[in-house]
């Protein structure tokens, strides 16, 4: 089974600084994928970066960075230079990703509601 | 680009109704997810079919049923509606068969059905 951990329900960071979110993982599975959502209050499930778990480099996507350490079951998101329209819920998933798995659904961790201060 | 639609937009049914979410994935995208996310809740897999067999299924209530029909798309059959089934519906969509990359398996969510049961 695999289980997500999110510990921080908000956080607070100042426009134009930088911010991290935590997210921890615990899988057996040898293969696996980890991604970044973010839900805004309208609802929508928008991808930010995805890693593999065989990925040796940290996945970047324009200001967002993911953090991953594989030995500490890691995958922190990194987002430079805030901006008000960072402002939402960000949701932590990972996926089992062995060949002929059958299926490849998201586990989410419980989210990290982000409010950027002007 | 094409995107996952998803209809209704919105649904309010009466405790005991019945209600039908339709699920439109890009196209040639062979692969659907449901997922259910409560209020203040992270999404949870309900349901999976990849070229319209069910393919795994996850705490989908025995009220619901799912299928993928010809043409891709796929609809959330709902009955007995209670209070607890008001959410967020989303649909997903992937590419079995992109690649051989799991990049190529990345789900697109659609906008999402909100449902509320009164």
């Known amino acids: 089974a695999q289980k997500i951990t999110q510990t921080q329900p908000g956080m607070f960071v100042q426009e134009k600084e930088a911010v991290t979110l935590d997210c921890t993982y615990d899988t057996s599975d040898q293969s696996y994928g980890l991604f970044w959502y973010k839900q805004p209050s309208s609802g929508e499930m928008i991808f930010l970066i995805y890693?593999?778990?065989?990925d040796e480099q940290n996945a970047t996507e324009g200001r967002y960075s993911l953090n991953f350490q594989k030995a500490r079951k890691s995958a922190n998101l990194v987002i430079s230079a805030s901006q008000l329209g960072d402002s939402a819920m960000y949701f932590c998933a990972m996926r089992e990703e062995a060949w002929g798995a059958g299926s490849y659904q998201l586990t989410f961790g419980k989210g990290t509601k982000l409010s950027v201060i002007p | 680009a094409a995107g996952v639609i998803q209809s209704p937009r919105h649904l309010i049914k009466e405790k005991r109704e019945t209600a039908t979410l339709k699920c439109y994935p890009i196209?040639?995208?062979?692969?659907v997810y449901w997922y259910q996310q409560g209020p203040g809740q992270d999404p949870q897999f309900l349901i999976s079919f990849y070229e319209k067999m069910q393919s795994d299924k996850g705490s989908i209530p025995d009220r619901f049923s799912a299928q993928q029909f010809s043409d891709y798309h796929s609809e959330l059959n709902m009955s007995s509606l209670e209070l607890g089934d008001s959410a967020l519906y989303f649909c997903?969509?992937?590419?079995?068969?992109?690649?051989?990359?799991?990049?190529?398996?990345?789900?697109?969510f659609g906008p999402g059905t909100r449902l509320t049961v009164l």
């Open positions: 997903a969509s992937s590419s079995e068969m992109t690649g051989g990359s799991f990049i190529g398996y990345e789900q697109f």
């Open positions: 196209p040639r995208h062979d692969t």
């Open positions: 890693q593999g778990s065989y």
